[in-house]
């Protein structure tokens, strides 16, 4: 098991930037991936970004150009750096964890941390 706290988010103005912290309560370098992901109102949960155990990362074609996913296997914290903020960001972001298992896939969440951006 692993859980996650996320940190950081909070209103900024279009345009501004953001950077969303994910603390994992154990050892994240094993971990198969970790990513960001995030829920608008009346929308179902996309993702964001993801960095996998090889430090490979995939973003959204919204995200492109804009966030920066990282991961600091000694500290076991992902962040997010989210710049050119937009009103469409706006959304809870949650931090994903997937832990791979004896073949099987298990998706750890937090509790997600409320972005706002305002036009």
């Known amino acids: 098991q692993v859980q996650l706290v996320e940190s950081g988010g909070g209103l900024v103005q279009s345009g501004g930037s953001l950077r969303l912290s994910c603390a994992a309560s154990r050892s994240i370098a094993s971990i198969y991936a970790m990513g960001w992901y995030r829920q608008a109102p009346e929308k179902q949960r996309e993702s964001v970004a993801t960095?996998?155990?090889?430090?490979?990362?995939v973003y959204s074609d919204s995200a492109k150009g804009r966030f920066t996913i990282s991961k600091d296997n000694a500290k076991n914290t992902v962040d997010l750096q989210m710049n050119s903020l937009k009103p469409g960001d706006t959304a809870v972001y949650y931090c994903?964890?997937?832990?791979?298992?004896?073949?099987?896939?298990?998706?750890?969440w937090g509790q997600g941390t409320q972005v706002t951006v305002s036009s």
């Open positions: 994903n964890a997937q832990v791979r298992a004896f073949g099987t896939v298990y998706n750890y």
């Open positions: 960095i996998s155990v090889g430090s490979n990362t």
